[in-house]
C-alpha cells in the first residue's frame, strides 16, 4: 500500500513543484514512485516529460470525471511514473458542487494504491477545493517555505486548511513538516527566520524539518528546463544533496 505524500503552500515561488524532484531520490533507492500533478498549471508534468496537451485527452482531470481508469492515466516516462494535469482541471472548481466532491482525487486514486511504495501530490498554489481533495487523498502534507516572514503568516492559513480537512474528510492526515527553502546559512535575516521558524512550528504544532534546502539552485532549474534526473544531471550540487538530505530525513520520520 502506497504512502502518499502532498507537497502544498498557496504562495507560488517557495519550491513546491521543484521539492517533488524526491520522486527521482526515491526510485534511486528502488521504490516505485507515482507523482501526481493536481496542478492545472502542469509544472511538475513538463519537468517530469509527460505529455500534458489538452488534446490527450488522459489527463487527472479526465480520471476524476470517470471518463478514463485512473491506471490509462499513469504515463510511464523516463523520469518517473505521472498522471499529468492541465488547464482542465480548473474547471473542477465550477464543475463539480455536489456533495462529497472533497473525496474526488481520494477515490481516483484508490484503485493504484497497491501499484506503488510512493506517491506525491504536487497541489496548486491556492487553498480551494483542488487542495482540500489533496490533502484528503494524502497521508502526509509537506510545507515549502522561504525563509521570509509573508511565507511564515501563510502557513497559518494553510495549516488551517488542514485543520478543517482533518475534521471533516480525513483525520488520519498529518503534517509531515515545514521545509525551510531558499535558505542563506550566512545571513543573518535568514537565520533569525530559521529561529521564528521554529516558534511558529511550535505554535502550531508541526515539526520543522532538519533539512534545510539551500539558496542558488542552478542545476535544479537546468535539470527542470532540459527535463533530466537532477540526481544525475549534477549529483555533486550543494542544492541536490540537500535534497537527498531531505528524502533521508523523511524515511527516518516514517513519511516516505
Known amino acids: 500500500m502506497a504512502k502518499i505524500l502532498c507537497v502544498s503552500n498557496q504562495k507560488g515561488g517557495v519550491g513546491k513543484t521543484t521539492t517533488n524532484v524526491i520522486a527521482m531520490a526515491l526510485k534511486r ?71 462529497g466532491r472533497e473525496f474526488l482525487l481520494r477515490n481516483c486514486l484508490r484503485p493504484v494504491l497497491n501499484l506503488y511504495d510512493n ?28 525563509p521570509d516572514i509573508y511565507s511564515l503568516q501563510g502557513l497559518v492559513q494553510l495549516n488551517g486548511t488542514l485543520q478543517e480537512v482533518r475534521k471533516k474528510s480525513n483525520p488520519e492526515v498529518q503534517a509531515a513538516g515545514i521545509l525551510i527553502t531558499h535558505f542563506a546559512e550566512r545571513e543573518k535575516s535568514s537565520k533569525a527566520i530559521y529561529e521564528t521558524s521554529q516558534d511558529v512550528a511550535n505554535c502550531l504544532g508541526i515539526p520543522l524539518l532538519n533539512t534545510t534546502i539551500r539558496r542558488g539552485n542552478s542545476a535544479l532549474t537546468n535539470s527542470q528546463i532540459h527535463r533530466k534526473d537532477v540526481f544525475a544531471y549534477a549529483p555533486r550540487d550543494k542544492v541536490v544533496a540537500d535534497y537527498r538530505s531531505l528524502v533521508d530525513e523523511l524515511i527516518k520520520r516514517g513519511v516516505l
Open 29 to 99: 533507492l528502488q521504490r516505485r514512485v507515482l507523482c501526481v500533478d493536481f496542478d492545472p498549471q502542469g509544472d511538475l508534468s513538463f519537468s517530469l516529460r509527460a505529455d500534458n496537451r489538452v488534446e490527450m485527452q488522459n489527463s487527472i482531470y479526465h480520471a476524476l470525471k470517470g471518463e478514463l481508469l485512473t491506471v490509462q492515466t499513469i504515463q510511464h516516462t523516463p523520469l518517473c511514473d505521472v498522471i499529468p494535469s492541465n488547464m482542465l482541471l480548473s474547471g473542477i472548481e465550477l464543475e463539480f458542487t455536489g456533495k
Open 119 to 146: 506517491i506525491l501530490i504536487d497541489s496548486p498554489p491556492a487553498l480551494g477545493i483542488l487542495t482540500i481533495n489533496a490533502f484528503t487523498a494524502t497521508d502526509y502534507v509537506l510545507m515549502p517555505v522561504k
